[in-house]
């Protein structure tokens, strides 16, 4: 699936992951570029304020 972030770019979401220090919930997703980034599923998921609004991080886009 893939996600638009709040300032544009689009990603797309690779799968669920386990961080083994203290098992938290990631998010591993690719970038247009093909670059892997990791956050933590709470922070992935969470919504940002944006001048006043709050929006999602990263959005779903349906295809």
Same mark, same amino acid.
């Given at each position: 699936?893939? !996600?638009?972030? !709040?300032? +544009?770019?689009?990603? $797309?979401? %690779? +799968?669920?992951?386990? !961080?083994?220090? /203290? &098992?938290?919930? #990631?998010?591993? !997703?690719?970038?247009?570029?093909? /670059? &892997?980034? %990791? ?5 992935? =998921? $969470? #919504? %940002?304020?944006? /001048?006043?609004?709050? %929006?999602?991080? =990263?959005?779903?886009? $349906? /295809?």
């Amino acid at each position: 699936m893939r !996600y638009r972030h !709040y300032k +544009g770019g689009i990603y $797309e979401l %690779v +799968g669920e992951a386990t !961080y083994e220090a /203290d &098992l938290s919930p #990631m998010i591993v !997703y690719r970038s247009p570029k093909g /670059d &892997l980034w %990791v956050r933590t599923r709470e922070n992935f =998921f $969470e #919504m %940002v304020e944006i /001048d006043g609004t709050l %929006v999602p991080r =990263f959005a779903p886009i $349906e /295809d």
